[in-house]
Structure formats: C-alpha cells, structure tokens
C-alpha cells in the first residue's frame, strides 16, 4: 500500500492565489521529509528539507517567502505556493525519509500537479 | 560538487531482450548509497534496486542488477527479460551521506512489443 500521500493530486489556480500542498506519512513517524519540483521531461529538483519542529532547510536559488513549509507533525508537511504566478506550474512531489537512518531511501508521494493560470 | 551524470537520455530494448542503463557519479565521499528510481507515466517514483557503496557484491532484485564499480564511479541497471511494464523514466539517484538524494536527468527506457 501507499507509504506517503499527497493532496490535492492536481490543482489549477489563478495568479495571484495561494495554494496549499499537503504531505502524509501513512506508514512511520518522520522527522524528515522533502519537497521537490519537476518540470516537464526533466528531472526532480530539489526544493527543500523539511524538519519537524523547526524550520525548512530550503536550496540554493529557492524563494523561502514564496515556497512556505511547514511541519508542524511526525505524519504532515505542507508547501504554500503563496501568490502563484504561471512560471510556478509545475510537479511538485514530496518524499519522506524512514527514521532508521539518514543513508536510507526515501518514499515518494504521488505528487501534485499545479497549473497556475 | 557531487555529480551525477546519465548518458543515455533515451533508450529502447526488445520485449525479453536485456537493456543496461548507464550511471556515472563524482563524489568524494567513501561510504554512500546509490539508488535506482523508475517514473512510470503516472509519475509516481518507484524503488527499483539500491546498493550500499561499501559492498562489493552487486544488488540484485529478481529480473533488476547493478553493477557497480566503485573505483570508477559508475551505477548501471541492468534490466533482464524486458516486459512492456518496464517503459518508464529511470534515474539514478545516490545519496551521498547528506541525507539528500542527488538525482541524474534521467533515461527513458522504451519497450518495444
């Protein structure tokens, strides 16, 4: 069964709008989890570290006040698209990191499709 | 920087013939994993095989091996017996003790019948 889930699996949204990505551990508590981004034909980016309880560790060239994470449980991560504009469509998927050790691999979401119009 | 570089942005196989994906990496780290994903099209990410940089033998999982030369920096797939389920994107993705996976831009492996 599903490790992770995510929700919405696909929203559109006008410029100018916030939207919120959520982010489930279904089958372990995580301390950590991640968020990427992927653009057509291309490959997962990156975006940032969340760590429950304290803030997101974002990557470099990341807007931290546009992409808003918060990881306020062991079982939930959400990512704020805050005031979307088109360039911000894109496959955002998250994964979820087992706490037996930081060398191990991680589970992936479903992901969530956003078109901002 | 750690790297990680697939040559091979496309590749096609006959069904029940055999196809090696190629994965090369740049890092000074001695203990690390590397790991295998594949992206069907419903872009879910999947687990297809991981290796633990301090064993010699190759991972394998049922019709899915690796091999993996450490001292040349290289992680290739090696898919067997080809079925028309196995067309997806596949990355090569090692986590190099940072906690982060660093992923290749990936090969799409085309089956065809």
């Known amino acids: 069964g599903a490790v992770v889930s995510q929700h919405p699996s696909w929203v559109i949204c006008k410029s100018g709008t916030s939207v919120k990505i959520e982010c489930r551990s279904l089958d372990f508590q995580a301390t950590t989890m991640f968020w990427y981004r992927q653009f057509p034909k291309q490959s997962l980016m990156l975006m940032a570290t969340?760590?429950?309880?304290?803030?997101?560790?974002?990557e470099q060239g990341v807007e931290k006040d546009k992409f808003l994470i918060n990881h306020a449980s062991l079982t939930l991560s959400t990512l704020t698209v805050t005031s979307a504009h088109p360039e911000d469509s894109s496959f955002y998927i998250c994964s979820v990191r087992p706490p037996a050790g930081g060398l191990e691999t991680q589970y992936f979401g479903p992901g969530t499709r956003l078109l901002v119009l | 920087a750690q790297t990680v570089t697939q040559s091979q942005p496309e590749m096609s196989v006959q069904e029940a013939e055999t196809v090696t994906l190629s994965c090369t990496y740049d890092t000074s780290e001695s203990d690390y994993y590397l790991f295998w994903y594949k992206q069907p099209p419903s872009r879910q990410m999947i687990l297809v095989i991981r290796?633990?940089?301090?064993?010699?033998q190759n991972a394998t999982e049922n019709r899915f091996s690796v091999n993996f030369q450490k001292a040349a920096k290289s992680f290739s797939l090696k898919i067997s017996d080809s079925q028309l389920g196995d067309a997806a994107m596949y990355f090569c993705a090692p986590n190099f003790g940072n906690e982060k996976l660093t992923f290749g831009t990936g090969t799409r492996l085309t089956i065809i019948p």
């Open positions: 290796q633990e940089a301090y064993k010699q």
């Open positions: 969340s760590n429950e309880g304290s803030k997101a560790t974002y």
